[in-house]
């Protein structure tokens, strides 16, 4: 699924009392249900709805702060959250050749232009925590080619 914009056009979005929003620019690479621990504790839910984009893709208007961590796949995860209001916007990763930005669906302003294309880290979901069965599911990371 896409956002619902094609390469050239734009999407807005930012935090809950606005002092930092952004602008991304062209369709994501993919949507998807993130059920990974981490995520849990980032927002309290049993799952996320994350965007994944090219961070060329992603302008900021303000300065957020961040929260760097260990990442499941070895790296160091950033992230992204207005320092004012709490607000997540996006998470980032420094292992080699990942330069991508990590949205949250939530963030945006229309939520309702991005569909979800799987569910990931299942191995971690709450047995509370319902989402489309009819997305295909992964017990970790889905594959991805470059």
């Known amino acids: 699924m896409t956002m619902g914009i094609a390469e050239g056009q734009t999407a807005e979005g930012g935090c809950l009392c606005g002092a930092i929003r952004y602008t991304v620019t062209g369709s994501e690479l993919f949507t998807s249900q993130c059920c990974c621990k981490d995520c849990q504790k980032a927002t309290g839910t049993g799952h996320t709805t994350i965007v994944g984009l090219r961070r060329a893709q992603l302008e900021l208007r303000g300065e957020p702060k961040t929260y760097t961590n260990d990442g499941d796949t070895g790296g160091k995860v950033t992230r992204h959250f207005c320092g004012n209001c709490g607000g997540r916007l996006f998470t980032t990763g420094d292992l080699p050749g990942d330069e991508m930005a990590i949205l949250q669906a939530g963030s945006l302003d229309d939520p309702n232009i991005v569909s ?12 509370w925590d319902f989402f489309d069965p009819a997305l295909p599911q992964f017990e970790a990371m889905q594959p991805r080619e470059r």
């Open 116 to 127: 979800p294309e799987s569910v990931i880290y299942v191995k971690d979901a709450p047995k």
